[in-house]
């Protein structure tokens, strides 16, 4: 069994900045993707950013410059460094892991961006 915890969430003024951490832990050999997504309220879940086990990374066009997604292998950790954080960002972000082609989520932690 794999679990996957997000920290980090909280509120912030628009412009301020935050950090989300995603922790996985269980019967872990290696984890392939990583991702964060978000979901607002009376919206569907959207990929914000991803980062393959090599590094490689992708991101929603509507954060780019903002956001920067890292992993710690070593940790089975990955980050989600967000800056100029504005009101349209605020959701509950979610983390998801890739093991064995099987995706597992974590429960989320809610950013709210106030004006």
């Known amino acids: 069994q794999v679990q996957v915890v997000e920290s980090g969430g909280g509120l912030v003024q628009a412009g301020g900045s935050l950090r989300l951490s995603c922790a996985c832990s269980?019967?872990?050999?290696?984890?392939?993707?990583m991702g964060w997504y978000r979901q607002a309220p009376g919206k569907e879940r959207e990929l914000v950013a991803d980062?393959?086990?090599?590094?490689?990374?992708n991101y929603l066009d509507s954060v780019k410059g903002r956001v920067t997604i890292s992993r710690d292998n070593a940790k089975n950790t990955a980050y989600l460094q967000m800056i100029s954080l504005k009101p349209e960002d605020t959701a509950v972000y979610y983390c998801?892991?890739?093991?064995?082609?099987?995706?597992?989520w974590g429960q989320g932690t809610q950013v709210t961006v106030s004006p």
């Open positions: 980062i393959t086990a090599g590094g490689l990374t």
């Open positions: 269980g019967r872990i050999f290696s984890i392939n993707t």
């Open positions: 998801k892991a890739v093991l064995n082609r099987n995706d597992y």
